[in-house]
Nanobody, 123 residues
Framework: QLQLVESGGGLVQPGGSLRLSCVVS????????IGWFRQAPGKEREGVGC????????YYVDSMKGRFTISRDNAKTTVYLQMNNLRFDDTAVYYC????????????????WGKGTLVIVSS
C-alpha cells in the first residue's frame, strides 16, 4: 500500500524559509512520480511541482520557480520541498502525492495522497 507522510510545516515570517519532507513507503522513488500540491484557504488545490522517477523536476507555476526546489533522497525514500523567500500567499496546506503517470498529468496522475502539512506565512 502506498503511503506518504508530510512534515515540516509551521509558522514562518515573510521572506523566511521552510523545508517540507514527504516520507514514502510501499513503493520506491525509482518507480513513481512524487508531486507537491497546495491548497490555500478558500481556494482550489494547485500544483507546486513534481519529481519524476528519473529525478527530473517540473514546476507547475512560474511564480514558484526560483523560490521552491524539489529534491529527493532515494536512500531515505524522502522527497523534499525547499521553500525560500516565502510570501503571505504561500500560506496553505501542502500535500505530497505519488503516481505512476507523468508529472505533466499533475494531480490527475497521482494515485495516493498524504494528509498534508500546514504552512502559515505571517508577521
Amino acid at each position: 500500500q502506498l503511503q506518504l507522510v508530510e512534515s515540516g510545516g509551521g509558522l514562518v515570517q515573510p521572506g523566511g524559509s521552510l523545508r517540507l519532507s514527504c516520507v514514502v513507503s510501499g513503493f520506491t522513488l525509482d518507480d513513481y512520480q512524487i508531486g507537491w500540491f497546495r491548497q490555500a484557504p478558500g481556494k482550489e488545490r494547485e500544483g507546486v511541482g513534481c519529481v519524476d522517477s528519473s529525478g527530473a523536476t517540473l514546476y507547475y507555476v512560474d511564480s514558484m520557480k526560483g523560490r521552491f526546489t524539489i529534491s529527493r533522497d532515494n536512500a531515505k525514500t524522502t522527497v523534499y520541498l525547499q521553500m525560500n523567500n516565502l510570501r503571505f500567499d504561500d500560506t496553505a496546506v501542502y500535500y505530497c502525492a505519488g503516481g505512476s503517470q507523468s508529472c505533466h498529468d499533475g494531480e490527475h496522475g497521482m494515485d495516493s495522497w498524504g494528509k498534508g502539512t500546514l504552512v502559515i506565512v505571517s508577521s
